[in-house]
């Protein structure tokens, strides 16, 4: 006889439920997206790289499940807004959104240029609070349990010259959750919010495509990032169901990396309690940045 295969706490929350993930057509959005589609969601997969989504979604119609590819520029505010129209017109309630498109800006503050910097804002900051702008009354109308999950970083922890751009994008996405989550739990809204920390996961974040704008003499700090990541990074469909396995039993804080967030908390803990100077991260004395 065969085992009947134990059914996780993950797929019993999300099993049947639509899913939507932003920057789904590569690395964790993408990781997310396939977990999803094999916890039985349907996944609308929403990426600026229509082919990428695209190819997030063959891979999990290939195994079996369903989903659609929509091409989205999170820095838009009225696209979230048409996603959000389309998706529960098209699909339904959703029960899962995880904002988690975003770049990396490497350089100089003062040598990084405008458009380049207001793209790093408007893609990593606005693109997370306008999915939840966008997406919440939806979901309060429905009346349905359902999880929200912002992508911030490690980097939300602590400071890192060089990668200031992101830095600020992803403390101020940390602080948006905090407050979001106190703003449902005024509401006795049945909306779990969860900050998705990652540390180091495998992915195109570094790769030199993805650097239009930035200093030229940032790009042998941005090479050495890739490096690390290709010889350090977590595979990004291990972090993705770390990722929805926290999220399923409601946690605020969600971790690839738990002991890398810890230690990075407790220094910014001290640092704050202590009212010190910044402290140069190790990391950071081997920046290449010219
Ligand atoms: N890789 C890591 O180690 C790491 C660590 C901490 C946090 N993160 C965060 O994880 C998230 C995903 O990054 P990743 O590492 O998978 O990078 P990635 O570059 O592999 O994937 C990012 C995806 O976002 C999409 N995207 C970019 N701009 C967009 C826009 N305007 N609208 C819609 N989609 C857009 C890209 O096309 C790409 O498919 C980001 O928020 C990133 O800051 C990653």
Redesign the pocket.
């Known amino acids: 006889m065969r085992e009947k295969q134990a059914v996780t706490r993950d797929a019993e929350v999300f099993g049947g439920g639509v899913a939507v993930i ?9 990781g997310l997206a396939r977990r999803a589609g094999a916890l039985g969601m349907t996944v609308i997969a ?4 229509e082919a ?1 989504a695209g190819q997030t979604v063959a891979e999990i119609v290939a195994r079996g499940g369903r989903g659609e590819a929509v091409r ?4 838009r505010a009225e696209e979230l807004d048409a996603l959000a129209e389309h998706v529960f017109a098209r699909h339904g309630a959703v029960r899962l959104l995880v904002n ?5 800006t490497v350089g100089y503050s003062w040598e990084i240029p405008a458009d380049r910097w207001d793209r790093t804002l408007a ?2 900051v606005h ?1 997370v609070i306008h999915g939840v702008r966008a997406f919440v009354p939806r979901m309060l109308e429905t009346g349905q349990e359902c999880w929200i999950g912002n ?5 939300a922890f602590g400071h890192m010259p060089a990668q200031t751009a ?1 830095m600020v994008s ?1 403390h101020a996405v940390q602080s948006f959750s905090e407050c979001l989550y106190l703003e449902l739990e005024l509401k006795q809204a049945p909306i779990h919010v969860s900050s998705i920390v ?8 570094f ?1 030199a495509r ?1 650097n239009a704008g930035e200093p030229a003499s940032a790009q042998g700090h941005r090479g050495a990032m890739a490096a690390m ?1 290709d010889e350090h ?1 977590m595979a ?1 469909d291990d972090a993705a169901a770390l990722f929805l396995a926290q999220m399923a039993e409601g946690r605020f804080w969600v971790h690839s990396h738990p002991e890398m967030a810890e230690a990075m908390a407790a220094a910014r803990g001290a640092f704050l309690a202590g009212q010190l100077a910044p402290v140069m991260p190790e990391i950071a004395r081997h920046i290449a940045v010219e």
């Open positions: 932003t920057g789904a057509g590569s690395g964790i959005g993408a929403a990426d600026i790289d990428g989205v520029d999170v820095a988690n498109a975003g770049i990396e893609i990593n693109g992508v911030t970083s490690v980097a992101y992803k990652p540390g180091t996961v495998r992915t195109a974040i790769d993805n990541l990074g990004a």
